[in-house]
Nanobody
Framework: AQLVESGGGLVQPGGSLKLSCAAS????????MRWYRQAPGKEREVVAG????????DYADSVKGRFTISRDNAKNTVYLQMNNLKPEDTAVYYC???????WGQGTQVTVSS
């Protein structure tokens, strides 16, 4: 089983990015998926989660109204649309198969002018 994140980069405050996480090696549609992030010197924190068919989502208070998690089970991919980015969103972003130790390698998001 494998998760591969992509889509990170450098963006100015107020900008947008869309992260992708491609899954393989397991029945993707059967699992809740989550996005986490880890900023330098801080613990990894959950950002958003999505149910197996995408009908239910949840978000950390710090990103509500700005970030949107979605999934495409036909493509075995989970996404994180990030709008109105702030410097405090700077972190390495990881996707995770809920309830497991399966993590991707992470993708760096840097918000800076």
């Amino acid at each position: 089983a494998q998760l591969v994140e992509s889509g990170g980069g450098l963006v100015q405050p107020g900008g947008s990015l869309k992260l992708s996480c491609a899954a393989s090696g397991f029945t993707f549609r059967s699992y809740v998926m989550r996005w986490y992030r880890q900023a330098p010197g801080k613990e990894r924190e959950v950002v958003a989660g999505i149910s197996t068919i995408g009908g239910s989502t949840d978000y950390a208070d710090s990103v509500k109204g700005r970030f949107t998690i979605s999934r495409d089970n036909a493509k075995n991919t989970v996404y994180l649309q990030m709008n109105n980015l702030k410097p405090e969103d700077t972190a390495v972003y990881y996707c995770n198969r809920a309830g497991s130790t399966l993590w991707g390698q992470g993708t760096q998001v840097t918000v800076s002018s």
